[in-house]
């Protein structure tokens, strides 16, 4: 029996060796010269066909896709002509909790963040213009030039040498911005200027024409409590004159710079930060034209106190 299994798997080996080349008939797999001839030109054919309907199937891609302006804008792109907010710094992609303690490697994780975002805004932002005047938007015929964005206006949270941005004394400043929407306008409340009436009663006292108003407040009640005095910078919010984004030479997004002048320490703050303009949507459950994270300063009461009467 063991013979005849030896001779089995001997001859299954020589079976298999013959298929992939047979000396006596000529033909390796299966097919002579000929038939393999027959399949390569085949193959070449085939693919040297694939790759000229791909590239021309790329050219025309080319010719239709403009290279500053999308294809699909307004209400017909995915985000439907209604601008999301985004923050700075962020914790990370699993958490929107920014906690730091008067440890400062526990905030200068957050610090180097806003640098980096700000590297741009402290260059020459070559292509942008300086647009001088109040803040009302331009005449359509200057907007295929960006205006240049004063971060010195960001005050006490510009991104000065060494700033720390207010985290070494437990008042940490938060950047909020609007995400570009390319050829998005904000439009005022009212044609008819310093209209309280037509405002929202959360931004009256706030509001400022011609801006974006930007607003950040506590979640809940026990939030509204314990989130303390807030001072926006530049004051007013987002001015109009920086709007279309039309990806100009130089385009950088405007931004507010959210001071937290005394939260509350060692408590868990949920805040909702907004922006205010006719055509922003706002979505609660959505967060549509807002944007929610959470902060935690984690240090002692007498630090923030004392900080805080400066």
């Known amino acids: 029996m063991a013979d005849k299994g030896k001779e089995s ?8 060796g013959k298929f992939f080349c047979n000396t006596e008939d000529g033909t390796v797999m299966g097919r002579g010269a000929k038939s393999w001839a027959g399949i390569g030109i085949f193959y070449v054919i085939y693919y040297i066909c694939l790759s000229g309907f ?6 025309i891609f080319y010719q239709l896709v403009d290279d500053k302006e999308p294809r699909l804008t307004g209400a017909d792109s995915l985000l439907k002509a209604n601008p999301a907010l985004g923050y700075r710094p962020m914790p990370g992609l699993k958490t929107t909790l920014v906690r730091f303690t008067d440890d400062p490697k526990s905030y200068q994780e957050y610090i180097d ?19 001088p005047g ?3 938007p ?23 040498s060494g700033t720390k941005y207010g985290y070494d004394e437990g008042r940490p400043c938060m950047l909020i911005k609007l995400n570009k929407v390319y050829g998005w306008q904000p439009e005022a409340y009212s044609d008819k200027l310093n209209d309280t ?44 004159k ?17 001071k937290f002048k005394a939260p509350k320490v060692q408590t868990l703050l949920m805040i909702e930060c907004r922006a205010y ?10 967060l549509d034209g807002a944007v929610h994270f959470e902060m935690m300063v984690d240090i002692g009461a007498r630090n923030v106190t004392g900080s805080a009467g400066k």
């Open 9 to 16: 798997i001997g001859d299954k080996a020589r079976a298999c």
């Open 54 to 59: 791909f590239a021309a199937a790329l050219a």
């Open 113 to 131: 963040h806003l640098d980096t975002f700000f590297k741009p805004y402290t260059g020459t932002q070559e292509g942008a213009i300086d647009c």
């Open 134 to 136: 109040d803040n009302s």
């Open 138 to 160: 331009r005449n359509p015929s200057a907007h295929d030039k960006a205006c240049k964005v004063n971060w010195s206006d960001l005050k006490d949270c510009a991104p000065t």
């Open 197 to 240: 009436a037509a405002l929202p009663e959360a931004i009256k006292g706030l509001y400022k024409d011609y801006m974006v108003t930007v607003k950040c407040a506590g979640q809940n009640p026990a939030d509204v409590d314990n989130i303390g005095p807030v001072q926006y910078f530049p004051d007013g919010g987002l001015a109009y």
């Open 242 to 258: 920086y709007f279309p984004y039309l990806n100009q030479d130089g385009y950088l997004a405007p931004v507010v710079m959210v």
């Open 277 to 286: 303009a006719r055509n922003i949507k706002y979505d609660k459950l959505e």
